[in-house]
């Protein structure tokens, strides 16, 4: 039977190998407090040999992760993976481990959400959110945050689109986790 994630992980590392932009990245959705769907871009991380998504606890999306809906998009392929998902946070020393491979800008950041103003929230003008970031007291040694935080995402159905058929008509599957395992349908595209 099929693993979808082992079909992700190989269209991901072959789109890679093609320098696609997308290789690394997902849209990643979810339902806000009001009710209305959101979608972002996310960095699609492999972490512990699974997919996880890093964010700060301070963005409004944070409490309205459990249920997410993950769509990756690979050009080099021609291919689009939608992911349907409840999630599970990273633990603490994972994420502060990958903390530091964060460029510094984005760290700073990570430590303006926490000591000055949430992620998301309206700021006087970008000169005062660059004032407010070099003015910014640093832990020494800079580590992560509590803020700092990671979901894995644990995929229920995984839809896989394959435009790239020579007599045009797309390939279109679905799995579903099962048990034991993965339960593969082709669906009219
Ligand atoms: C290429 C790219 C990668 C991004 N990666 C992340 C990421 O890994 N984590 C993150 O929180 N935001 C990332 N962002 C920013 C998000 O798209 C978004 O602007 C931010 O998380 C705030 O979203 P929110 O208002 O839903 O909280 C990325 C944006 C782009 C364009």
């Known amino acids: 039977m099929t693993?979808?994630?082992e079909l992700l992980a190989t269209d991901r590392a072959l789109a890679r190998g093609r320098g696609d932009p997308c290789a690394t990245l997902c849209t990643l959705a979810n339902v806000d407090d009001h009710g209305m769907p959101?979608?972002?871009t996310l960095v699609l991380r492999d972490v512990a040999d699974r997919l996880a998504v890093f964010v700060n606890a301070t963005s409004p999306k944070f409490p309205h992760l459990a249920h997410v809906s993950v769509v990756v998009w690979l050009p080099?392929?021609?291919v689009q993976y939608r992911l349907t998902c409840t999630t599970e946070p990273v633990p603490a020393a994972l994420v502060a481990e990958s903390w530091q491979l964060r460029p510094v800008v984005p760290k700073q950041l990570d430590w303006l959400y926490t000591?000055?103003?949430?992620q998301g929230?309206?700021?006087g003008s970008r000169e005062a959110?660059?004032?407010?970031?070099?003015?910014?007291l640093l832990p020494e040694?800079?580590?992560a945050p509590e803020t700092a935080s990671g979901f894995f995402l644990l995929p229920e159905r995984i839809e896989r689109l394959d435009l790239n058929q020579e007599n045009g008509v797309h390939d279109r599957r679905r799995f579903t986790l099962g048990n034991p395992s993965w339960h593969e349908e082709v669906l009219v595209p």
């Open 3 to 5: 693993d979808p994630l």
């Open 38 to 40: 959101q979608a972002r």
């Open 76 to 78: 080099s392929l021609n």
């Open 115 to 118: 000591r000055v103003q949430a």
């Open 121 to 123: 929230t309206p700021i």
């Open 129 to 136: 959110l660059l004032e407010t970031l070099a003015s910014l």
């Open 141 to 143: 040694p800079l580590v």
